[in-house]
């Protein structure tokens, strides 16, 4: 992660300019005062940079969950705050880098929105769910030029990684999304996938809950798969593969194909490894029987006007609202020169969504962006205006 280990944090007078980076305000955590967040916009991206100044370091570095898609931008922000508040920095692993030519030349790199807007208009997708080294991918992609590959990845090295690659091959029927791949599968339109990877997924014996594989994961893969479209699943943990099977089998109109040892065309970093240590790989590939309905998704995140005084506001802060189907966590208050911020985390409930709202003269709003167009947070949203307003 890009950082600054600086010796001293001095606040800017906000908003602030340098060029084409802005400051815009600061919030501080309402419940510690070791962590503020500057909220910056760069060519029309708006993230927050976080301050962290523990006893025996401070940091300035990048919010997680408003990081924008250019590790140059972040770059950028960093040593443009440090310049004009006169930081002295201490060491870095920031550089006055020149531009990465292959993620400038690339058009593959997709956001969210990019998605959630309007879905490619194509009638044959074949989606890779963490494709860590892209070994697969870029040969299934190479190998189907008429098709059309999403790679979904959250590990920002091996996006990179790809994104070279795909610029160095001149690939151009291969699309890459920095995003949990979980939620982005309530985006994609019904019946038009023919085939969806998951290849040696993290088991999480110990955290079920960030698995990939799931009963929702499963349901919405089965809605976007095409009839006799597959999904595949490759492992070597016996108890992910146990697992898997027992979800799987709950499900009607689908057959399940189960193999052990079996080769495949590509072998991955992951797979050679376990092949040295002699360890078994199962595969469970589920083959979809069902038409579904198309994808509806109806309402917005409007709020109404806000009933809550500064106070309860802040109250708020560590606290959950569960309800049947969602629930809403209010992580952290921010306190804003003019106003008032939570971090929230809502939605389902084993992949939730996490984000900040802003409160500032009666008026509610998501901040920097909208939530994910799902149902799942269209529900949440609901149940969050309702708490927002007593
Ligand atoms: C063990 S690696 C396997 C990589 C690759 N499929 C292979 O076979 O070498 C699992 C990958 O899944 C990614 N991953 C985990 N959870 C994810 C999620 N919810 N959405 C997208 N990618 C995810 C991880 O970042 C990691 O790169």
């Given at each position: 992660m890009p950082h600054l280990h600086i010796k001293k944090f001095k606040k800017l007078e906000f908003p602030h300019s340098n060029g084409d980076v802005n400051f815009n305000f600061i919030a501080s955590n309402a419940n510690r005062d070791d962590e503020k967040l500057i909220s910056t916009t760069i060519e029309d991206e708006d993230f927050f940079l976080l301050v962290r100044e523990d006893e025996d370091k401070k940091l300035l570095k990048t919010d997680k969950l408003t990081r924008p898609s250019s590790t140059q931008k972040i770059h950028n922000a960093l040593l443009s705050y440090a310049k004009e508040a006169k930081l002295e920095v201490l060491?870095?692993?920031?550089?006055?880098?020149?531009?990465n030519i292959h993620l400038e030349e690339v058009n593959s790199l997709k956001n969210i929105k990019f998605f959630a807007d309007k879905f490619p208009d194509t009638d044959d997708v074949r989606i890779e769910v963490g494709?860590?080294?892209g070994r697969h991918i870029l040969h299934q992609a190479k190998e189907n030029p008429d098709i059309l590959f999403i790679g979904i990845e959250i590990h920002r090295p091996s996006i990179e990684q790809v994104l070279k690659q795909i610029n160095i091959q001149k690939i151009d029927n291969l699309m890459i999304l920095d995003y949990d791949a979980r939620l982005f599968m309530e985006l994609i339109p019904s019946n038009i996938v023919s085939k969806i990877y998951v290849h040696f997924?993290?088991?999480?014996d110990k955290k079920e809950h960030r698995r990939v594989i799931s009963t929702s994961f499963i349901e919405e893969s089965q809605r976007v798969l095409?009839?006799?479209?597959r999904l595949e699943l490759r492992t070597d943990s016996e108890n992910y593969y146990a697992y898997s099977y027992e979800t799987f089998i709950?499900?009607?109109?689908i057959s399940l194909e189960i193999k052990k040892n079996r080769d495949i065309v590509i072998s991955s970093k992951y797979e050679d490894r376990w092949k040295k240590q002699e360890k078994n790989i199962y595969d469970v590939t589920m083959i979809n029987e069902l038409y579904s309905y198309e994808l509806e998704i109806d309402g917005d995140f409007e709020f109404s006007k806000f009933l809550l005084s500064s106070v309860e506001l802040l109250k708020l802060s560590g606290s959950t609202k569960k309800y049947d189907e969602t629930f809403i966590h209010f992580e952290r208050a921010y306190i804003l020169d003019d106003g008032i911020m939570l971090r929230i985390s809502m939605g389902s409930f084993n992949k939730p969504e996490h984000l900040y709202v802003i409160v500032r003269d009666k008026n509610i709003s998501y901040y920097p962006k909208l939530p994910l167009k799902s149902k799942s947070n269209l529900l949440a949203h609901k149940f969050l205006n309702g708490v927002l307003n007593g």
């Open positions: 060491d870095s692993n920031v550089h006055h880098s020149i531009k494709f860590g080294s997924p993290v088991p999480w095409k009839v006799d479209g709950n499900f009607p109109k």
